[in-house]
């Protein structure tokens, strides 16, 4: 066994295995430590300038390395054409650029902001280094080694796809420079963090909200024995 | 016709004095912990007065509540959350624009009282100085809860009230004049809506209303701290705890009142402003009665409450699990009374369209004076100033149109029929009991006021003299069988007893 196959192959598994079973067990064991843990009502301003740069950038994103492993076809017949290549990984280095500000307004909230630090937690601190690494990382992969949106659908979809289909080949990543192979790393520590840090609010986004009856009553009532006792009364 | 009960609280605000006791009995029970130092899940505010939060009726600013779009043109309109869509709701997790600060409510405090012990040996006298609960630092106390307590009539609080928007300027002036200031309080809870904008504005779905007594809760499990509920409601009556990462509210303290108790606040009120009763309502009505015209909106709603003695009523009650403790209860309810029968009590703010549930009966206020060579004189006829009075319910100092924007969805005429009957009921009883003989235009004045001889007794004896089993009609919750129906109590004897499953830790 090399360094290679123990990062990328056997660190996944690990990774993706405590983060689900701890998710899974936090979810019905300790619900009550599940929250966004927002923190606006006691710092607004700097807020604002931190946490919706941050999340909306990493949310597409994200949403942009998931249609690369989902439908890598039709990204690669997108770039054949040099100006939307150019389009797609402009937009991408922006919304990455716009992602680090963001975080780096909120470490620096964190940091500097008597009220947030005294309810910091030491993985606060944690997560939000991995997430530089994550963000900065990224943004030099997708300065130095281009176009990544051509690269990533030739190693990263099939490496990504053993991976979730039990066929794991990490060979292909072995000649990657350091820093892609960084971001690779840093991502399975944030999936290993995941579930022991404030990330498990990632999973908890309300989209049965949509859908959902504007008013809630819960009856307490209704109850097999009590109506069995009324109907004889 | 969907029959369900609910409790609800009265506030007589003729008799608050203001004293905090009710925000004090509360704070001890609940709030009293970290992060939650800032909730006043019951506080009592002067009026005119900003509030607490300040200005939470400024919707404009803060965005709660219902919106309702077919005011004016007559066509039915539809009703909408002011805050968001749902869309809408989802795009704003990550920063809610309409989220109060902390600096809306006030930074939480505490003195630094180990100073006074520990000092080392000195000239002077050692001090505790103010720390914040939130960073544990000194700070200078800019604002309380209370802020701006007694201060009716300051250029600076009771100028900003929201009520006062549409007051006449000459009014306006007369409240700020030292001889005509006049302020009244407020105790407010949340309202346990029965439409509420908060449940509605929960992304995840944690908060919920009980069925068998109406009151609003927030499931902690449940809550994942996306914090709309605190915008949503109008009252402001939700609170985020900024340690645990969740929402608190009041929970109309519904572990006394399984056990037979009145909420804390009800049951430690020392003017005995506080009213405890079961209302039957229709639940299939909530939703056409918060969707008319401001102008209809208090009779629609007055009409979701049902006659606990109509027997189709009381079929219905039976047939949705109603059991007849809570009947029995609804028919001896003081806030049925206060409200439906006699109809002196009115919700707060029912323009929100959320359908408070909680009830006021609004205060009477001195005559208004004028200084007349360094002589304050009444602006009435004092012969006659009792009957004048009723006549004349713009001298009283509180301006009735005050009083219609708080309670009455701005309806004057509602506020002088209720001032007049109460006034009204006041001078019968003075005729009776101080003169001791009963003429003929009393009871016309009575007659006029919309009251029988009867019911001026009983409002008497109930705003004056109830017993406390009168104050609050407490109905049998038989918790203990809904219980049992669950888990068997002998299985988990020894198993069950005060601690925590989980302590309330902040999550990572």
Known sequence: MNWNTLFFVILPYVALFIAIIVTIYRGIYRPFSISSLSSQLLERRRLFWGSIPFHWGIIIILTGHLVALLVPRSIVLWNAHPLRLYLLELTGVGLGLWALIGLLVLSWRRMTVDRIRVISTPMDFVVLALLLISVVTGLITATYYRWGSYWFTGIFTPYIWGILTFRPDAAPLAPLPFTIKLHVFNFYLLTLAFAFSRLVHIITWPVGYLIRPWQIVIANRGLPVLNEEEASQ | MNVRAHMSMLFHLDKCIGCHTCSIACKNLWTDRKGAEYMWWNNVETRPGAGYPTQWEDQEHFHGGWVYDGNGDGKPGKLRLRLQSRAGGLAKLFFNPDLPSLEDYYEPFTFRYGDLFNAPEGDDQPTAIPISQVTGRPLDIESGPNWDDDLGG???????????????????????????????????????????????????????????????????????????????????????????????????????????????????????????????????????????????????????????????????????????????????????????????????????????????????????????????????????????????????????????????????????????????????????????????????????????????????????????????????????????????????????????????????
């Open chain 2, 154 to 508: 300051s250029p600076l609080y009771a100028a900003s009230d929201p009520n006062r928007r549409n007051l006449s300027p000459e009014v306006q002036e007369a409240l700020s004049e030292v001889e005509r200031v006049v302020f009244n309080y407020l105790p407010r809870i949340c309202n346990h809506c029965l439409n509420p904008a908060c449940v509605a504005a929960c992304p995840s779905g944690a908060i919920y209303k009980r069925v068998e007594d109406g009151i609003v809760l927030v499931n902690e499990n449940k809550c994942r701290g996306w914090r709309m509920c605190v915008a949503a409601c109008p009252y402001k009556k939700v609170f985020y705890n900024w340690s645990t990462g969740k929402s608190e509210k009041c929970i109309l303290c519904f572990p006394r009142m399984e056990t037979g108790q009145a909420p804390a606040c009800a049951h430690s009120c020392v003017g005995r402003i506080r009213y405890m009763g079961v209302l039957l309502y229709d639940a299939d009505r909530i939703e056409a009665a918060a969707a008319v015209p401001d102008d209809r909106l208090l009779d629609a709603y007055m009409d979701t409450i049902l006659d606990p003695f109509d027997p189709e009523v009381i079929a219905g009650a039976r047939a949705n699990g109603i059991d007849d403790g809570w009947i029995a209860a609804a028919q001896k309810s003081p806030v049925y009374k206060f409200a439906k029968v006699w109809k002196i009590a009115l919700p707060l703010h029912l323009e929100y369209r959320t359908m408070a549930m909680m009830f006021y009966i609004p205060p009477l206020s001195p005559v208004m004076s004028t200084l007349e060579n360094a002589l304050t004189r009444l602006d009435i006829n004092t012969e006659v100033e009792d009957f004048e009075l009723l006549e004349r319910l713009d001298a009283a100092r509180l301006p009735v149109q005050y009083l219609a924007n708080l309670f009455s969805v701005g309806d004057e005429q509602v506020i002088r029929r209720i001032l007049r009957k109460m006034y009204a009921v006041r001078l019968y009883m003075r005729r009776k009991t101080v003169e001791g003989v009963m003429d003929d235009a009393t009871l016309a004045l009575l007659a006029g006021a919309g009251c029988t001889p009867e019911e001026a007794e009983a409002i008497y004896q109930l705003t004056t003299l109830p017993h406390v089993n009168d104050r609050f009609v407490l109905p049998p919750y038989h918790r203990e069988m809904a219980v049992e129906t669950w888990k068997d109590p002998l299985a988990h004897k020894g198993e069950v007893g005060i601690g925590y499953i989980q302590p309330p830790k902040r999550g990572d």
